[in-house]
C-alpha cells in the first residue's frame, strides 16, 4: 500500500501552511519529513492519513493494506499516549479490543509485539513505572499490533534524552529488519532523518514547500558504519535549511 499525496495545499484561515506538496511512502518505506518550526510537518502527517482534508490537491491511498492489518494507519506520538490506568499489555489490548480480536489471538499478537520490542518482561508494569524509551516501546509496540501498512510517526523520539534517543534508533532499525514497516516520519533532529529515513523530504520555512527531497541508499543497518557519508548529508541539509530554521524561529518569537 502507497500513501500518496498529490499537489496538497492547505491553510488554516489567512495562514498558508502547505503549498504544493506532492510526494508517496511506498511499501516498506520510511519516510522522513524535516523542516524548520511551524512550516506545517504535523499537518501534512494529519492530511496523509486523513484527519485533515485538504483545501486543494488529494492525499491518496494506493493499493491495499497487508491482508490481516486490523489498521492501515496508526500513529505514533511524541508524548506516547498511554493510558495510565491500563498495564502495558492492557494499553496494547485496548486497541485489540477495539477491533474485537478473539482472546487467544490478542494474547499471540500481544506475546508477538511485546517481544519485538523487548518488553516481555514489562506486560504487567503501569505506564508510570516505565522510562520515557520504554513507554514510546509501548507505544510503537501498541501501533505494530494492529499490522499498519504505515505508521504515521509525529517526533516519537524528541521528548527523549539524547541516550535514549540513540538506543530507541537502534531498536526501530532492528524492528525494521523484522517487519520491514513503513512509515512517515516527521522529526525536527536531522541526524535522526539521516538515520532512519530511506528518504528525507524537506520543506521550507511556512507555507511548507518542497526544498529538496534526498534518497539514501545506504542500509538502514549499515549507517552506523559509514558515519562520515552520514554526517555529510546531514551537513548539506543543515545547510540549505540553517537560514530558513533561523527565520522561522525569530517569526515564532515576534508572535510571543
Ligand atoms: N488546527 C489549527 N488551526 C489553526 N492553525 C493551525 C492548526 N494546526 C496548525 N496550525 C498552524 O499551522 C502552522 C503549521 O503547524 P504544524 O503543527 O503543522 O507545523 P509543524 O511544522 O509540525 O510545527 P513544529 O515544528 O513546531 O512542530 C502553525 O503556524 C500552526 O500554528
Redesign the pocket.
Known amino acids: 500500500m502507497e500513501l500518496i499525496l498529490d499537489h496538497v495545499n492547505h491553510s ?2 489567512d ?1 498558508e ?2 503549498n504544493d506538496i506532492s510526494l508517496s511512502v511506498g511499501s516498506g518505506e520510511i519516510v522522513c519529513i524535516v ?12 492530511i496523509l492519513g486523513g484527519l ?1 482534508k485538504p483545501d486543494a490537491g488529494a492525499a491518496l491511498i494506493a493499493g491495499d493494506p497487508p491482508a490481516d492489518s486490523l489498521n492501515p494507519l496508526t500513529y505514533v506520538f511524541q508524548d506516547f499516549a498511554l493510558l495510565p490506568w491500563r498495564t502495558v499489555e492492557g494499553n496494547i489490548s485496548l486497541v485489540l479490543e477495539d477491533h474485537s480480536v478473539r482472546k487467544d489471538k490478542a494474547r499471540a499478537i500481544i506475546t508477538d509485539v511485546l517481544a519485538r520490542t523487548k518488553l516481555s518482561e514489562f506486560a504487567n508494569a503501569w505506564p508510570r513505572q516505565l522510562s520515557g524509551g520504554m513507554k514510546q516501546r509501548v507505544a510503537i509496540a501498541r501501533a505494530l499490533s494492529v499490522n499498519p501498512a504505515v505508521m504515521l510517526m ?2 516519537p523520539l524528541s521528548a527523549l534524552d539524547s541516550q535514549t534517543r540513540e538506543l530507541l534508533m537502534d531498536d526501530l532499525i532492528e524492528l525494521w529488519g523484522q517487519v520491514g514497516f513503513s512509515a512517515c516520519y ?1 522529526t ?1 533532529n536531522l541526524a535522526e532523518a539521516v538515520r532512519l529515513g530511506h528518504r528525507i523530504v524537506m ?1 521550507s520555512r ?1 507555507p ?1 514547500k518542497i526544498r529538496e527531497i534526498v534518497d539514501i541508499d545506504i542500509p538502514l543497518n549499515e549507517r552506523i558504519n559509514h558515519p562520515a557519508e552520514t554526517a555529510a548529508i546531514q551537513r548539506r541539509l543543515w545547510e540549505a535549511m540553517r537560514d530558513e530554521a533561523r527565520a522561522a524561529d525569530r517569526e ?1 518569537s515576534d508572535v510571543a
Open positions: 488554516y484561515g495562514v501552511v502547505l523542516g524548520p518550526s511551524g512550516c506545517g510537518k504535523s499537518t501534512l502527517l494529519r485533515e509525529d517526533e516527521i525536527h520543506l511556512r511548507g515564532l
